[in-house]
């Protein structure tokens, strides 16, 4: 079981988020550690958790205190395995070597550094509020605090080549970085990026440019020893994400803060995406829940397949009744692999995931094979 912490404070929006986030407020930043604290003092969930993630927004405008007050709150309400990850997301030019070693002596033992570019100008693009060489000095200051650390990229923004993200890419192998995860950009309605291109004052990356990105992106990080161990996250033997890789097998995970999402026992729960909505629920209720789904036997098996696929690890093709014919057309396509009683996308099936995954369970719905074999 895992437990993942909205923190929904940001210095500036990025153009490209559409996550919930606002403004930082000190003031509003400490009647939200208040309400937090409660929401979580308020839960009855009783099973042990293997991982906690801090994400957002931006978490690391809290202070290394407030982390500590966060996490010996959880400690009080839930109980812990002995190697359990603590992961902090934090963004280049707002943390020092000393803020760092404090994230580490407060607890945190794994940090995910959102630099996603070394290019000025791409950064520019995304909004981003940190420089190519604030992004490296704080990459120097991170792998010199934590053994066990991750870098965001992104790749397909506008105006970027393979020569810009080589360099980026050559650039960070130089730190040894044990985990990266590499993202495509997403153009999210009610976003600034979106309403650039929709203007027509920036112009997307094509589809067969994004794709050569991606390939070459995977070419060169295999070449480098990562593990290719899901879409878009690389590590070293031993590094995965024990977090998101419990997501990815639909393990139970419990969200605390505006718009986090909860799943026990196959019910999906989601708090309200307002903090001033959330502050007055937990302060009425205890609970910021605006929404559960109990999912049914089917959502339970597509959820399954969907997840499964985006891991290396794919899915066991025992379990589920997939056309022989769609699996072969998949395979000599060189779109996914089969091997003894695994079913596993290849980097090219990475690539049209989305479409392989409907068309398995379109045919599985033809077929009126719904239900495991």
């Known amino acids: 079981m895992g437990i993942y912490i909205h923190v929904p404070f940001c210095i500036k929006k990025c153009n490209y988020c559409d996550f919930y986030s606002i403004g930082f407020d000190e003031e509003y930043k400490n009647i939200f550690l208040r309400t937090l604290l409660k929401e979580i003092d308020a839960c009855t969930y009783k099973k042990k958790c293997r991982s906690i993630y801090l994400g957002g927004g931006t978490p690391s405008l809290l202070r290394p205190e407030e982390i500590q007050l966060i996490l010996d709150t959880l400690y009080r309400k839930f109980s812990f395995e ?3 990850e603590i992961t902090l997301e934090a963004n280049p030019g707002i943390l020092d070597l000393k803020r760092l070693k404090d994230y580490r002596l407060a607890g ?13 100008n791409e950064l520019r693009i995304l909004g981003r509020i940190h420089s190519p060489e604030e992004a490296i000095n704080t990459l120097r200051a991170v792998s010199q605090t934590f053994g066990n650390f991750s870098v965001d990229l992104i790749y397909g923004i506008p105006g970027q080549s393979r020569q810009t993200l080589n360099h980026t890419l050559q650039t960070i192998s130089t ?18 990026l979106y309403d650039s291109i929709k203007k027509g004052i920036i112009e997307p990356v094509s589809d067969d440019e994004v794709a050569g990105l991606y390939l070459y992106c995977c070419d060169l ?8 161990y899901e879409i878009s996250n690389f590590s070293f033997e031993g590094y995965q994400c024990i977090h998101n890789l419990n997501y990815w097998l639909r393990g139970d995970y419990i969200g605390f803060g505006p718009s986090a999402h909860s799943m026990i026992d196959n019910v999906r729960f989601c708090n309200v995406s307002d903090i001033s909505a959330y502050i007055e629920k937990i302060e009425k209720n205890g609970t910021a829940c605006i929404q559960k789904t109990i999912l049914s036997e089917m959502d339970i098996i597509e959820e399954e397949i969907m997840l499964g696929l985006r891991t290396s690890y794919g899915i066991d093709r025992r379990k589920y009744s997939f056309s022989q014919d769609i699996i072969n057309r998949l395979e000599r396509g060189g779109f996914i692999l089969t091997r003894a009683d695994r079913l596993s996308l290849t980097h090219k099936g990475m690539l049209v995931s989305n479409t392989i995954i409907i068309m398995l369970l379109k045919k599985r719905l033809a077929h009126n094979c719904c239900e495991p074999a």
Do not use: A, M
């Open 108 to 120: 945190i033992n794994r940090l995910s550094l959102g630099i996603q570019s070394l290019n000025g």
């Open 82 to 84: 002995d190697t359990i």
């Open 175 to 192: 730190f040894d970085i044990p985990h990266v995860s590499l993202y495509e950009l997403s153009y999210h309605e009610n976003t600034k």
């Open 221 to 228: 990080l295999c070449k480098k020893n990562y593990l290719h």
